[in-house]
């Protein structure tokens, strides 16, 4: 199986200030086909998970563009332009280039 | 719009299997494409990806999971069915089922159910 490793596990953020969490692969994420399968998700508390970011960099429809995806290979990155309240939260990551897809261990955004 | 929404026991004792379905519309899984997923999440953990069944009936399982996990689907009612047999206190999770983003391969969830929590307890 891949294992993806997010760091940090919690990050503690000021409002209006950026952040930024880590994501990597124990192998490549580049599919036979070219592509690359890494997404990320975010989940407030008591709700499911909502998809931000697909094959690395593409927001989903509805996702503000404070909100970006970086990176290739093994090494990827999620980083918010300005958190606001709303965004905390933990955040995913999840590969979906080989079966059985597999998900970071989650890393909690709070505010200050 | 699509939308899922899963259902199922909230209590199962241990050995008991597990029997959970996702109804959903606004997609079929009869059309090309179409992919619906099962994924896990213990109380104040991480999500775990179960399963997969597409369209065409194919179908991927956790390897760790696999000798215990069942999809089915029922194009005529839209809905799967996902049984897990032999369940254990560790198997206590909130379930959920989603849709795989888009027609191609796009290795994203993009609309998830609110889920169902099951509690594995004698």
């Known amino acids: 199986d891949i294992v993806m490793t997010q760091t940090p596990l919690s990050s503690p953020v000021t409002l209006g200030q950026p952040a930024s969490i880590s994501c990597r692969s124990s192998q490549s994420l580049v599919h036979s086909g070219g592509s690359t399968f890494l997404s990320w998700l975010h989940q407030r508390p008591g709700q499911p998970p909502r998809l931000l970011i697909y094959k690395i960099s593409n927001r989903l429809s509805g996702v503000p563009d404070r909100f970006s995806g970086s990176g290739a290979g093994t090494d990827f990155t999620l980083k918010i332009s300005r958190v606001e309240a709303e965004d905390v939260g933990v955040y995913y990551c999840m590969q979906a280039t080989q079966f059985p897809w597999t998900f970071g261990q989650g890393t909690k955004v709070e505010i200050k | 719009q699509i939308t899922l929404k899963e259902s199922g026991p909230t209590l199962v004792k241990p050995t008991q299997t597990l029997t959970l379905t996702c109804t959903f519309s606004?997609?079929?899984?009869?059309?090309?494409?179409?992919?619906v997923g099962w994924i896990r999440q213990p109380p104040g953990k991480a999500l775990e990806w179960l399963a997969l069944?597409?369209?065409?009936?194919?179908?991927y399982y956790s390897p760790s999971l696999k000798s215990r996990l069942t999809i089915t689907k029922d194009t005529s009612k839209n809905h799967l069915v996902l049984t897990m047999a032999n369940m254990d206190p560790v198997d206590t999770a909130t379930y959920y089922c989603?849709?795989?983003?888009?027609?191609?391969?796009?290795?994203?969830?993009?609309?998830w159910g609110q889920g169902t929590m099951v509690t594995v307890s004698s």
């Open positions: 606004g997609l079929s899984l009869s059309t090309s494409g179409v992919g």
């Open positions: 989603a849709n795989r983003l888009g027609k191609g391969n796009t290795g994203a969830f993009d609309v």
């Open positions: 069944i597409y369209w065409n009936g194919d179908e």
